[in-house]
């Protein structure tokens, strides 16, 4: 299995393309063409070059790296727990605030967008999927 099954992307997404230089709008959006055995084909070619390594290159470039994110924009995000049925637990988001050692107060803040959860919430309680605690906000 290449990594583009293991990720679950597929043919006719759209990905969006970080750049890779000292230029801050070299970013890009294509969509995948074709996939097989590891390698992904746009609709269309890159205007710009992207580095992408398994290793940093922030100790080669004075402390920047430069290598490009690349992000699955087509779908939205879905929250859900570990399917095994030994365990009753669903899973949680928690926002809360926080006082570190420092004595510095950390405010929790959480925004959603096309956010799905899905068989979310803790088993046999009341503690929903959500949950916002000694939160000021």
């Known amino acids: 299995m290449n ?6 992307w597929q043919v006719g ?9 000292y230029s801050h709008d070299q970013q890009e959006i294509v969509q995948i063409k074709t996939i ?3 390698v992904i084909t746009f609709d269309t070619g890159l205007s710009y070059r992207h580095y992408g390594s398994s290793d940093a290159t922030k100790y080669l470039i004075h402390g920047i790296d430069l290598r490009s994110e ?8 879905r929250i859900k727990p570990v399917d095994d049925a030994s365990v009753p637990w669903g ?3 928690l926002t809360t605030d926080l006082i570190v050692p420092s004595m510095t107060p950390l405010i929790g803040k959480s925004i959603f967008s096309y956010v799905e959860f899905s068989k979310c919430g803790q088993y046999d309680t009341q503690k929903a999927a959500v949950r916002f605690f000694n939160s000021s906000n």
């Open 91 to 93: 899973c949680q988001t």
């Open 3 to 8: 990594s583009a099954d293991t990720l679950g």
């Open 70 to 77: 690349v992000v699955l924009l087509s779908r939205n995000i």
């Open 36 to 38: 097989s055995n590891g």
């Open 13 to 21: 997404d759209l990905i969006g393309i970080a750049g890779s230089s």
